[in-house]
């Protein structure tokens, strides 16, 4: 059978467990030869007992673990040919030709230079005499499938990425658990939510918490944001509200692109209204915990389309990304969304906040 290796790099996120379940069990049903590969790219570059062959058996008890069980790192080495080189043996030795990546978009970019590469990095081999002639030319093609993984829901090209709802789940827990608290002392509170440049969650969270101001990096507020955000919560408490919610995405920034943060919110509200004040960091209490109902069978379709797609692969089919569109698992041009991904990032870092819309909501 087809040498098949699965490997989660970059963040850890809810229900990835699930997607490399379901890697191996749909790998080992079509009759591949399935493999974890530990520790992200460090383990492809280290070898030996980071690549160990799965069974079906090994991926019992995990579907709703959240992180990942075959650990995740960031790994300088495979960002250097050298380290790349040292991979493609372990890979080759092994008769391993297909990945299953499951990462960020900056995961997603290694595996697709990795591929690129492929050729001239066991013609090396083959010069140093690290590989055979023979492996040489029983190799000729790294297939690569990606699932994105991150509870930031940052990555262009599907709806949800792994691990996104759960993280809303923690974040809706804690909100709640908040409000009773904020209720009883008339108080309000200032959340900081995850999500690095995108303010997804923190939008959501702040629909569905009945949240008084949200602060998300993709709309900066006006100049005059510290009247507008008090004049809100006093309009509320006049109302006969007795707390307010502030959520604040750790992305946030005003108009010139500098941060927003917590304490400078509540720095306006103390010094203005002299309300009993209070700010809660969620910080990776938002990544951990079990995965949601949603992320187990996004991860378990993710994980199932992510084989078929190299099993189904010819040998110009380039590198793709499994995602959602809808109710639908497709495959699209992994570069393609990585490119347009990035182009949200420099958008914002342009200022230019239409633009990254626009180009996020293209996905
Ligand atoms: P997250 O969204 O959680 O940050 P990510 O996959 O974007 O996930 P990165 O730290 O950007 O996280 O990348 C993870 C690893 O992928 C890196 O440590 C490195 O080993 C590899 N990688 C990233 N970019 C490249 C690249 N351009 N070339 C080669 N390898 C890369």
Same mark, same amino acid.
């Given at each position: 059978?087809?040498?098949?290796?699965v490997?989660t790099?970059?963040?850890?996120s809810?229900g990835m467990n699930a997607a490399v379940r379901a890697c191996v069990?749909?790998?080992?049903?079509?009759?591949?030869?399935?493999?974890?590969?530990?520790?992200?790219?460090?383990?492809?570059?280290?070898?030996?007992?980071? %690549?160990? /062959? !799965?069974?079906? $058996?090994? @991926? #019992?008890?995990?579907i709703?673990?959240?992180?990942t069980? =075959?650990?995740?790192?960031?790994?300088?080495?495979?960002?250097?040919?050298?380290?790349?080189?040292?991979?493609?043996?372990?890979?080759?030795?092994?008769?391993?030709?297909?990945?299953v990546?499951i990462?960020?978009?900056?995961?997603?970019?290694?595996?697709?230079?990795?591929?690129?590469?492929?050729?001239?990095?066991?013609?090396?081999?083959?010069?140093?005499?690290?590989?055979?002639?023979?492996?040489?030319?029983?190799?000729?093609?790294?297939?690569?499938?990606?699932i994105v993984g991150?509870?930031?829901?940052?990555?262009?090209?599907?709806?949800?990425?792994v691990g996104?709802?759960?993280?809303?789940?923690? %974040?809706? /827990? !804690?909100?709640? $658990?908040? @409000? #009773?608290?904020?209720?009883?002392?008339?108080?309000?509170? =200032?959340?900081?939510?995850?999500?690095?440049?995108?303010?997804?969650?923190?939008?959501?969270?702040?629909?569905?918490?009945?949240?008084?101001?949200?602060?998300?990096?993709?709309?900066?507020?006006?100049?005059?944001?510290?009247?507008?955000?008090?004049?809100?919560?006093?309009?509320?408490?006049?109302?006969?509200?007795?707390?307010?919610?502030?959520?604040?995405?750790?992305?946030?920034?005003?108009?010139?692109?500098?941060?927003?943060?917590?304490?400078?919110?509540?720095?306006?509200?103390?010094?203005?209204?002299?309300?009993?004040?209070?700010?809660?960091?969620?910080?990776?209490?938002?990544?951990?915990?079990?995965s949601?109902?949603?992320d187990r069978?996004l991860g378990c379709r993710m994980g199932a389309e992510a084989?078929?797609?190299?099993?189904?692969?010819?040998?110009?089919?380039?590198?793709?990304?499994v995602?959602?569109?809808?109710?639908?698992?497709?495959?699209?041009?992994?570069?393609?969304?990585?490119?347009?991904?990035?182009?949200?990032?420099?958008?914002?870092?342009?200022?230019?906040?239409?633009?990254?819309?626009?180009?996020?909501?293209?996905?």
């Amino acid at each position: 059978g087809k040498g098949v290796a699965v490997f989660t790099s970059g963040g850890d996120s809810q229900g990835m467990n699930a997607a490399v379940r379901a890697c191996v069990r749909m790998g080992i049903y079509l009759g591949c030869k399935v493999f974890f590969i530990k520790e992200g790219y460090q383990g492809m570059v280290d070898g030996g007992n980071n %690549i160990v /062959e !799965a069974n079906w $058996a090994s @991926v #019992s008890g995990i579907i709703h673990r959240g992180g990942t069980v =075959i650990g995740s790192a960031r790994c300088q080495d495979f960002r250097e040919r050298p380290g790349r080189l040292k991979a493609a043996k372990n890979l080759v030795e092994r008769g391993i030709t297909n990945l299953v990546v499951i990462g960020g978009d900056g995961s997603l970019t290694g595996a697709n230079l990795f591929r690129q590469e492929w050729t001239s990095l066991l013609d090396e081999l083959l010069q140093n005499s690290q590989i055979t002639q023979e492996q040489r030319q029983k190799y000729p093609i790294l297939h690569i499938a990606g699932i994105v993984g991150s509870i930031d829901n940052d990555f262009c090209g599907t709806d949800m990425t792994v691990g996104t709802d759960s993280a809303l789940h923690r %974040i809706i /827990e !804690a909100v709640d $658990a908040i @409000v #009773s608290t904020a209720y009883s002392h008339q108080r309000t509170f =200032i959340m900081e939510v995850m999500g690095r440049h995108c303010g997804y969650l923190s939008l959501i969270t702040a629909v569905t918490s009945e949240a008084d101001y949200v602060f998300i990096p993709e709309s900066p507020p006006f100049e005059d944001w510290p009247k507008r955000l008090c004049d809100k919560l006093e309009q509320e408490r006049q109302a006969g509200q007795r707390l307010n919610i502030i959520i604040v995405a750790e992305g946030a920034v005003d108009r010139t692109g500098k941060p927003i943060t917590a304490e400078q919110v509540k720095k306006v509200v103390v010094d203005n209204l002299h309300q009993d004040t209070r700010i809660t960091v969620l910080g990776h209490v938002q990544r951990g915990g079990n995965s949601s109902a949603f992320d187990r069978v996004l991860g378990c379709r993710m994980g199932a389309e992510a084989v078929l797609a190299l099993m189904e692969a010819t040998d110009d089919t380039e590198a793709c990304v499994v995602s959602l569109e809808g109710n639908q698992a497709v495959r699209l041009p992994l570069m393609d969304c990585v490119l347009r991904t990035k182009a949200v990032a420099q958008a914002m870092a342009d200022k230019n906040w239409e633009l990254a819309v626009e180009l996020r909501g293209k996905s």
